[in-house]
């Protein structure tokens, strides 16, 4: 028997790990990120807060960088409770 590389079907094609947590950058379930908020996740260690929005239902919560990717809307869509959004002190320059 010989063993051979698999060379048929079409290609998967992966998304960087960069681009997830782009903002502008929309999931497979409608969720877009806005904006990375520096704040340290409380449920995944080492990971920092980014806040999402739902294009359906326009809800705004906070998710780890790493579930972005699967993220689904805990308004409108069954998902599960995003993180706390901290809300910025306000700024004299912006």
Not at 23 to 49: C, D, H, L, M
Not at 66 to 91: F, K, M, Q, T
Request: positive net charge.
């Amino acid at each position: 028997m010989r063993l051979t590389a698999y060379t048929g079907g079409a290609k998967r094609q992966r998304a960087s790990r960069a681009s997830t947590t782009t903002p502008g950058w929309v999931n497979g379930n409608g969720q877009e990120v806005i904006a990375r908020t520096g704040q340290p996740s409380k449920t995944f260690r080492g990971q920092v807060i980014y806040e999402l929005k739902c294009r359906r239902c326009t809800g705004r919560y906070g998710s780890n960088g790493c579930d972005i990717h699967a993220r689904r809307c805990p308004l409108c869509d069954n998902g599960a409770a995003g993180e706390p959004l901290v809300e910025r002190a306000a700024s004299l320059f912006e």
